[in-house]
């Protein structure tokens, strides 16, 4: 896998998403309220929602469009919807977010 490097962790608010393109995929990087980073598909497979909007409550994000749940570390619907891919994501010792994709 290639890490790449997405800008400052500051540019993603804590509690919100940001969506990249990175490798050509559109991925969506959310800032857990913890401090932790969750990196997973950008559109929602049900419908094309733009996942990066969507609310996160803890390891969940739903889909600003028709409130479908996916676990954002294991990328699985909890709502019957096909799963979404999953991104290694990290900050850098410099406060980079770094996604890695295959």
Do not use: N
Not at 4 to 12: C, E, N, Y
Not at 76 to 94: F, N, P
């Amino acid at each position: 896998m290639t890490g790449h490097r997405l800008g400052p962790v500051a540019d993603i608010p804590v509690g919100e998403g940001r969506a990249y393109t990175v490798a050509g995929e559109p991925v969506a990087v959310f800032h857990l309220r913890g401090g932790d980073l969750r990196a997973v598909s950008a559109v929602c497979p049900h419908a094309g929602g733009p996942l990066a909007d969507g609310q996160i409550d803890g390891q969940v994000v739903i889909c600003p469009l028709h409130q479908h749940t996916y676990d954002l570390t294991t990328g699985c619907s909890l709502s019957g919807q096909k799963d979404l891919r999953v991104y290694a994501a990290e900050v850098t010792a410099d406060g980079e977010v770094v996604v890695s994709v295959p």
